[in-house]
């Protein structure tokens, strides 16, 4: 699954219906839970207290996944992958191949502080929609109404940060049809105390992604750390040593990344025509050209892993989900709920009057964002500038505007800046993380070429950022020239404020500073005519369909915890029966059927210690679960909120689960607890974690 | 090198004076031999007896690469990523991996005949300029010139066939500037003699592909038969056995595919600004696609190794290409070129009034390629149609057309349905070679995507094409549904004729006809609005120049014979020296610093016969002759007209020779004669090869 995810092959299967939710679909807010749907089709009724108890022992990567506390000492479980970017950086700073070798901390000692990693831990949730929608007047102009929302947001949660300490994040449910103010407990710092070889934990490498059946490890534990010492945590999930079995109803605890089933159709051919396909041939270009820079020598392939891994993974997801978006079944099933729910708002008089122009608001402001969409993801991007491919460029765009957005109110800032984020920005921006010129020079000098592909060569802004030079030579005068590497001249140069900022001469500030006007313009008109008018256009498409509908629906995802359920289910494919689960043993056969060649072939941990291993031990599992990139380490739980799996990857049936949900053959797959127990016991010796996860310590 | 090729990272050096050569500059026509340059640098006189026979012995695989006859017994020597289309297709038939074990026959009777391959031998060359030029009139439109130059290149090109047999083409230099009529042997039953394992023929792989030091053993032999038994050969290369030595002047012979030294300004910034990106987006978009194909399996791996080759050494070219065109020093040295030229038309009123417009001329024929680019690529491309990348579909379009043209008067076919071409064409049609399903699918549904990306899901054209399907659905059934991976059935249908085909239920041909119609109509407006008005601009360009500087310069590439010549000489980059040669020791030294991992690993042969091998024999070296792709296989010749060794690649700096020679650090890249004597000796116990090379049978 990999953070984000999902595959290729679309098979189209039978669809919900509009508005309302049917089998084992959503991912449902823990303040408003399935309840009745639990009930009716499980006789199951979560409690307050099951609830509570799941909410707080499930935690958030701020890396881009989820995860479960383990133990009363800290521990938490995720993936591999979603630790990949821990592990890799600790190997940088220790020099050591982590990624190769696996770890295992035998003591509290031994265990390796990461290097800037962030968890979250969602402590509650408060509705804020009034406030929020009281400030916005609807006599406001576009500008003025993304201001005063930004100024009664900013204000909440630097009110709530004051008044408890704790991370305040204003959350936009159903597209802006609710706003909830979300309170995390945050832990920075996380050791590392286990991870297997990624020749065990993503066995089958980029073939296998999104595949089923598998054979992964795809675990590594971490523990947090409070004032140099394990924290004590209250709610952690105990462990299923037997694990679940065929049938059994299940609950997935953890933080899809996006969804877009609110999506109108005009919206989901914007995306099909355009940042789709920008999308793929950006991942694809930068595929190729990590690919290229790793294999000229295993130190650069090591250097480029991680990222190279995540544009592998976000290539076949995306082709999955746009292959869904070209597949005129499915777009004819979402044009007849779209026309199901535009007749409903149609025939009610009200309704009609208040929101029944909402879809061609959504689609004006998607041609307003065609007209700047190139010029915006190059300079601006929705999380990076496409054309300034560079860590250093990146902290020398946050140093700039930091120094700016510090001088203003809280209320007036770039979001990013507000007070209530400013320590995890900080974070990022102090970093100790290595950077790497060789591999900057190649990604800059790449995306300056873009950039030129794109806005022309003559273009007076292409112009000035490349000063005369080519995109190459401009790259490695930049890089070359910069001391930004240096996280102690960050903090110094971020200390030193507006005036350290403007007197500084590193040529990558200078950049900064010279592109930071254009690209504040372009955000600005983005935020003006395409996420204002869209946000409000889809509030008023939220109001419509609660209109028809009822409250009972679940917003689309937005990497915030949701509770997702299931069965666990096999299910069959080109008439073949697919079981719900694999076993360990089958790893070796696998591996086997491919010539035991990379990315099949196992370490040789699990080469040397077969025999002492229980072969038929549940290993892989699938579930009709609904979940989605960002879930990757989700804890996966019973009824008795006890923990039987984790999360990491959909098969390639679930890549439609984007915008449509179906439980046909689109499975959730998982890791087996009882898998898990044995593996570290027989493969790897590590009986001291396997006795604190079953709580024999 | 590979066919076509160049790199990265731009050096820019003293370039040359405009429409004059300097220095080892040139890509000469044996008609017209630099025969003045030769005398005053190196006090050579190529006599006509010289020529010839370094004409004669020279050949062109029609695949796309040089070679060379080295025995009067029909020996052909040429590159191993050349001869790859063979080596790979024989393996495909007999079910092989000669890629990975290399082959070598020890008599006449193990020599494999390969699938389709046709190699040609230049035997005449016939200035036609006049006869073409009057065949069209001043008054005519672009469409009636067009008409009346196919008409009468097609008649000369008969006329040559009837009387002489040989093939016949008429060559267009100096962009339209001359018309020659080239006369060519052709051979068409090539078998298998030698070839090393891929593992040293491409040591290093994509990371050293166009780099230097080398290491690479990139040769393979074939044998031409006629009647069965092989070729009696009157003109072939004696081998040098020493070789060449630093200093020394060497002669290319070979078939430099394409260059861009005559293109105006405007035109170098209409390829770098679109079509050098839409190449690069698809050929990384395809790259991307065939290793992920290939990473599934050992068997995928070889299916797509020879194209997944292509990709990657079109990548690393096309990026080196567009590099130099994004750099402002060169294209600046490429402007005043071009004002020098045009301020000398200006201050002549004869030519002023004859060919003062061209430049504007051929800037409008860019202008109107740019309005139907993306269609015209997509459907007809000038290859190969961007949308329908599928050897079926290529298969069905030949036969679909070969109805149609075969009807019409062989003066209106479409060019490449000419008689003289059509027994080329035919072997292409009715190859045995090997059709993959799961392969075709693949390609054929992204295609069939990027299609839906570029003209847009609702366009009428492409809802025709997928009849309600998605891509993938689309490419599945047709893949499946067709038959014509079954050449005997390609051959029925193509004898049937127009009524075959016209009945025939096949879905390949059926969606080949539905083609047809639009495919043909955007060709007709790419070759009346962009193709012929810019034949006839650079026509006048080529007669200003020849009316500014003389006659005495060369065309840029096409693809046929050249002589080029040069000084074998090592460089200095970044302050250090790079000898003229590499050594057959260094190999293993190489390998070592890369710690003996794919593609630095070697072959198990060279492992174990290091010990019988004289490590100081020179293995690759370095010379300033003016190559280009198309060039791989060349041979590089002494004045004495030996063979001293063997093209196969250019080095990074050479990536602007495409557009502006340079001599300061651009180097073409050879096998040297003695290490591959010594290599088929002390590796392969070839020893029957090496005496008949040495001339000692």
Request: glycine share 8%; net charge neutral; hydrophobic share 35%.
């Amino acid at each position: 699954m990999k953070k984000i995810c999902r595959p290729l092959i679309v098979v189209l299967v039978s669809l919900v219906l509009p508005g309302k939710t049917s089998a084992d679909e959503g991912m449902w807010l823990f303040n408003h839970p399935p309840a009745k749907l639990l009930q009716d089709k499980y006789g199951f009724n979560p409690t307050k207290e099951w609830l509570e108890h799941v909410q707080r022992s499930s935690v958030r990567f701020n890396s881009g996944g989820s995860g479960s506390f383990v133990s009363a000492d800290g521990l938490v479980m995720t993936n591999h992958h979603v630790g990949t970017d821990c592990i890799q950086k600790l190997g940088n700073q220790l020099k050591k191949d982590f990624m190769k070798t696996g770890f295992q901390a035998k003591s509290h000692d031994e265990e390796l502080k990461c290097v800037d990693e962030e968890l979250n831990v969602l402590e509650s949730i408060e509705d804020m929609t009034e406030r929020v929608n009281a400030a916005v007047k609807p006599t406001m102009s576009p500008s003025e109404a993304q201001m005063a929302r930004r100024a009664v947001i900013n204000t909440i949660e630097k009110e709530s940060l004051d008044k408890t300490k704790l991370r305040s994040d204003v959350i936009t449910l159903y597209n802006g049809g609710a706003y909830h103010l979300y309170r995390y407990r945050k832990f920075t710092d996380l050791r590392m105390v286990f991870a297997p070889e990624k020749a065990a934990a993503f066995f089958g490498g980029d073939p296998d992604n999104f595949e089923y059946p598998r054979f992964d490890l795809d675990v590594c534990f971490f523990r947090v750390y409070e004032n140099g010492k394990p924290a004590r945590i209250e709610h952690y999930l105990r462990w299923s040593k037997e694990g679940c079995k065929d049938g059994e109803l299940i609950f997935v605890s953890g933080h899809p990344g996006r969804t877009s089933r609110l999506d109108t159709i005009q919206y989901l051919e914007f995306r099909r025509d355009l940042t789709f396909p920008f999308a793929l041939n950006l991942i694809r270009r930068r595929e190729v050209l990590l690919k290229s820079y790793s294999d000229k020598s295993s130190e650069n392939a090591r250097r480029a892993e991680a990222e190279l891994f995540s544009y592998q993974n976000s290539r076949k997801l995306l082709l999955g989900m746009l292959a869904g978006l070209q597949d005129p079944a499915i777009m004819n099933k979402k044009r007849a709920d779209e026309k199901a729910l535009r007749d409903k708002v149609a025939a009610d008089a009200k309704l009609k009057e208040s929101y029944g122009d909402a879809w061609d608001r959504v689609a004006a402001s998607a041609t307003a964002h065609k007209d700047i969409y190139f010029r915006h993801s190059l300079l601006e991007g929705e999380r990076a500038a496409a054309g300034f491919n560079s860590q250093l460029f990146q902290k020398a765009r946050m140093l700039v505007r930091l120094a700016d957005e510090s001088g203003k109110p809280n209320a007036e800032r770039l979001r990013e800046y507000g007070e209530a984020g400013l320590e995890s920005l900080k974070q990022q921006l102090f970093s100790k993380a290595e950077i790497y010129s060789d591999l900057e020079i190649v990604k800059l000098g790449d995306s300056l070429g873009l950039m030129m592909e794109m806005l022309g060569a003559d273009n007076d802004f292409v112009q000035k950022v490349l000063a005369g030079k080519s995109p190459q030579q401009r790259a490695t005068e930049l890089v070359l020239g910069s001391k930004l590497a240096d996280a102690d001249l960050r903090k110094k140069l971020a200390d030193g404020g507006h005036k350290a900022i403007e007197e500084s001469k590193d040529p990558m500030i200078e950049l900064a500073r010279l592109v930071d006007a254009p690209a504040r313009a372009v955000r600005k008109t983005f935020e003006e005519t395409v996420d204002e008018p869209k946000r409000q256009a889809y509030g008023s498409l939220a109001q419509a369909r609660f209109g028809v509908y009822g409250k009972n629906i679940y917003p689309d995802a937005t990497f915030t915890l949701r509770l997702a359920f299931g069965q666990v289910k096999g299910y069959t494919d080109g008439g073949q029966e697919i079981p719900w689960a694999t076993t360990l043993g089958g790893t070796y056969k696998h591996a086997q059927a491919h010539g035991n060649k990379v990315p099949f072939e196992l370490p040789g941990s699990w080469i040397e210690r077969k025999d002492r291993m229980k072969l038929d031990t549940p290993y892989n599992f699938v579930s009709t679960a609904d979940v989605i990139g960002g879930n990757s380490g989700s804890p996966v739980i019973n009824r008795n909120g006890e923990l039987v799996g984790i999360i990491f990857d959909g098969n390639i049936q679930s890549l439609v689960l984007d915008f449509i949900y179906t439980d046909e053959q689109a499975r959730a797959v998982s890791v087996h607890s009882a898998g898990i127990i044995e593996a570290l016991r027989s493969i790897y010796d590590a009986e001291v974690l396997a006795k604190e996860l079953l709580g024999k310590k």
